[in-house]
């Protein structure tokens, strides 16, 4: 029988979505004995083609992204849990920086929530969660959106009309 991932890494970009991941990495970790380590990525892709980020610009993305992994250390702790490591990343690419924190710590699973945005906002945005799931290293946990359901523990069979 194989053994639960012995290091949990969470892809944090500081969202509710995030928020729900860390929190659902946290208890897989505290529940397994497994290390929890963090990652928050920041692009430094240009906003306009043909140029490059300035270094106030770099400077001003490393500090929020730095405030916030700062806070997720407070967080944690509050809860009783010790992140192992967490990193800001920069990159152009915030799946590359992810997948790369995740080969460097060795992760056995990446957690990381999903917006739920529709299929047209996917496709002209991007789905960091679904690139992350295709390409990482490792195992991935998708951390949905709550759904919004009119009564508990149904499962959306019926919904629509279909009264199958």
């Known amino acids: 029988m194989a053994s639960f991932p012995t290091a949990i890494l969470v892809a944090d970009d500081g969202s509710p979505e995030s928020d729900r991941a860390l929190e659902a990495a946290a208890a897989l ?8 380590s ?4 920041k692009s430094v892709q240009p906003s306009v083609v043909g140029t490059t980020v300035s270094t106030p610009h770099m400077e001003r993305l490393r500090s929020e992204g730095q405030s916030l992994v700062d806070r997720r250390f407070r967080e944690a702790a509050a809860k009783g849990l010790a992140l192992e490591q967490a990193w800001v990343r920069m990159g152009r690419r915030i799946e590359a920086t992810v997948i790369a924190a995740a080969e460097e710590l060795g992760a056995g699973l990446l957690v990381v929530g999903a917006r739920g945005r529709s299929p047209s906002r996917r496709y002209a945005l991007g789905d960091l969660s ?14 949905h959106a709550q759904p919004s359901r009119s009564q ?9 009309g279909d009264q199958g």
């Open 29 to 36: 970790a505290l529940a397994t004995g497994s290390s929890l």
């Open 38 to 41: 963090l990652v928050h990525s």
């Open 130 to 143: 679904a690139s992350l799931a295709r390409d990482a290293p490792c195992s991935v946990l998708i951390i």
């Open 152 to 160: 508990p523990g149904t499962t959306g069979a019926h919904e629509h």
